[in-house]
């Protein structure tokens, strides 16, 4: 049971280059979320997936496309990207119970240098 | 929208000393605060929560209390260890509703030997 993984650990892009970020859970959860992490900002969340086939914009969704592929895995796309998306990309899923919000298990975590 | 505000955001201790970190949030629907804490470098992990239907819950040296009427909730750490240096980051969400927590900003904690 591996958990929340993600792929790629680090990458470095370039301005306006594309990339796709990888994220799958192999706990049968039904959510699946992506954040960014900037220092002193905390957590923000860009997208979520409530369920397989849906999806919703989060707090800061600008620049960024999200594909809930299946029940398993969530990718997060940075179409042309910018300096200001040099973050910390975080992966998370939950498994909602009876109407209970439970708790989120995170990824280990994508460092994003963007030049 | 929840807006979830932490305080303070940075705090020094001394080995054995008691920390308290303190949370606020504004959305009175939520009935879910769970507290996440990031070792540098890693990943967030639960470390405790509390529903709305308590008002106090402890595990081990860790306890966190919820007083709605005031829409606050805090973390205490009794016996402080240099090990429990690190972000500690407090969220809200509903019970039933949107399925999103929203966290504060964080609070980094450094427990000097």
């Known amino acids: 049971n591996a958990g929340v993984t993600q792929t790629p650990k680090f990458q470095v892009l370039k301005t306006g280059q594309s990339m796709t970020l990888q994220c799958a859970q192999d706990m049968n959860h039904n959510s699946m979320y992506w954040y960014r992490q900037d220092p002193g900002m905390g957590l923000r969340l860009i997208y979520y997936?409530?369920?397989?086939?849906?999806?919703d914009k989060g707090e800061v969704p600008n620049g960024y496309n999200v594909s809930r592929l299946n029940k398993r895995e969530f990718s997060l796309r940075l179409e042309s990207a910018a300096p200001s998306q040099t973050s910390v990309y975080f992966c998370?899923?939950?498994?909602?119970?009876?109407?209970?919000?439970?708790?989120?298990?995170f990824g280990p975590g994508t460092r994003l240098l963007v030049l | 929208g929840e807006n979830v505000e932490q305080h303070p955001s940075t705090l020094s201790v001394q080995e054995g000393d008691s920390a308290v970190i303190k949370c606020t949030y504004s959305?009175?629907?939520?009935?879910?605060f769970p507290w996440y804490k990031q070792e540098l470098g890693k990943r967030p992990q639960l470390i405790i929560d509390?529903?709305?239907?308590?008002g106090e819950k402890k595990d081990q040296r860790i306890a966190v209390t919820l007083n709605k009427t005031a829409k606050h909730f805090s973390l205490h750490i009794t016996e402080t260890q240099p090990e429990d240096s690190a972000v500690y980051f407090c969220?809200?969400?509903?019970?039933?509703?949107?399925?999103?927590?929203?966290f504060g900003k964080g609070m980094k904690l450094t427990v000097n030997p």
């Open positions: 509390i529903r709305s239907n308590v």
């Open positions: 969220a809200a969400g509903v019970q039933g509703g949107s399925e999103k927590l929203v």
């Open positions: 997936s409530a369920s397989e086939g849906t999806t």
């Open positions: 998370a899923s939950h498994l909602l119970s009876g109407g209970a919000v439970e708790t989120q298990y």
């Open positions: 959305d009175s629907a939520s009935n879910y």
